[in-house]
């Protein structure tokens, strides 16, 4: 059987929740990229090994990539070697969940900041990897999981948008459904939904339902009981703090096992015979996330009758601006909102009021380096290290 070639880059947790899902199906040929050669030959040995339990022989193969300016033409020819048919990026220069580890007093005055402020620690290496991935194998299908609200539109203003994102509005998909669910006193299977919201709006919900609506919505919702559309304007208030309520779920290194989830449902599905209705963020270097069909090696919006694409760009972008970015330029430069920004500038003493795609990396360091002093010496070492200088290790 001819199995699609599979390459993640970045080999930390999220690759290897993947994984662990995705070996004992045996529908690709595996590949993983690190910057740490043996920590990703380690990797393999033990999915492989895993796999091989349920006696399952899978294929899956370690490489050497950094993803920095001065590897960009090795990584090209990695990718020469390997053509992928698709890529998944899970490299960040610094986890969105490493400020979870902060002392409880320290978390909570940072994550006022929301994740805007980070996108130099998730751009600079998708930066990297596009620019070797468009000189040596521009048609396979790239797939982003760092940022990918933010990131894609970014880099789509470049020429070098990712097809699709994964994790975000996906994520918060399934407690919808199930929320619906309870509150209409059916089965989650009975249930269809399609939800348009920005990386904020999937964060936020989980712990506090229905984020302030003003002045521009941050969600759309349609959803379908058993084929029958359900038109409640009012409903949004009680789905979404039900999630908050009866749904709770864990979070950080455990929560990113949803994230994986989400992201088999989208790698499985990019070439299937039929078009799969799926949720992802980013998709066509969108900002925020949409209902997508994905099938076919494409990737298309599937939004509900009646809801334009500029319409749901629009709902994306007031979501966008809550997270902290302003907007994003016709050239990729982000702008930053100032609230947010005021308070990376009180914790760590770092501020950008804007930065350039081609900036990314140098914004990165310096952030990396005042994270590393705010989270004090010695404090979660071999986490906050990685987050110093351009050297991306993974989700």
Not at 347 to 352: H, K
């Amino acid at each position: 059987m001819h199995r699609k070639k599979l390459l993640i880059v970045g080999g930390g947790n999220l690759c290897l929740q993947i994984l662990q899902i995705l070996a004992p199906r045996n529908q690709f040929e595996f590949h993983v990229a690190s910057r740490d050669l043996e920590k990703a030959d380690r990797l393999t040995n033990l999915i492989r090994l895993a796999a091989l339990q349920q006696n399952v022989a899978v294929e899956i193969h370690s490489h050497h990539m950094d993803l920095k300016e001065s590897w960009i033409g090795r990584n090209a020819e990695t990718l020469l070697k390997i053509k992928p048919d698709i890529v998944l990026n899970c490299a960040s220069l610094q986890s969105w969940r490493v400020i979870t580890q902060l002392p409880a007093d320290k978390f909570a005055a940072l994550d006022h900041a929301q994740l805007g402020p980070w996108l130099p620690m998730h751009l600079a290496p998708a930066h990297a990897l596009m620019r070797a991935i468009k000189q040596s194998c521009p048609k396979c299908l790239v797939i982003n999981a760092a940022f990918p609200d933010a990131v894609n539109p970014i880099l789509y203003k470049v020429g070098m948008a990712p097809d699709v994102g994964v994790g975000n509005i996906a994520n918060l998909v399934p407690a919808t459904r199930s929320a619906i669910a309870r509150l209409t006193e059916c089965h989650p299977s009975q249930v269809r939904v399609k939800l348009v919201g920005h990386h904020y709006f999937s964060h936020w919900v989980p712990r506090h339902g229905l984020p302030p609506q003003v002045p521009d919505p941050t969600c759309n919702l349609t959803y379908w009981i058993e084929g029958e559309e359900r038109t409640d304007e009012h409903a949004a208030d009680a789905i979404f703090g039900c999630i908050a309520s009866e749904f709770r779920r864990l979070g950080g290194t455990d929560g990113q096992y949803l994230t994986a989830m989400s992201a088999v449902t989208v790698l499985e599905n990019l070439f299937a015979e039929n078009e799969v209705r799926v949720h992802a963020p980013g998709p066509q270097g969108l900002p925020g996330g949409y209902p997508i069909k994905v099938g076919m090696g494409k990737v298309l919006l599937d939004l509900p009758y009646g809801v334009t694409r500029e319409e749901a760009i629009k709902v994306n972008e007031a979501g966008q601006r809550l997270d902290g970015i302003s907007m994003i330029r016709a050239d990729g430069t982000a702008v930053f909102g100032q609230p947010q920004m005021a308070v990376m500038q009180r914790e760590l003493g770092f501020s950008m009021a804007e930065m350039r795609v081609s900036d990314a990396a140098a914004w990165a360091e310096e952030l990396g380096c005042k994270y590393k002093t705010y989270a004090g010496n010695g404090a979660h070492k071999g986490v906050v290290a990685h987050a110093t200088g351009h050297r991306a290790f993974a989700r």
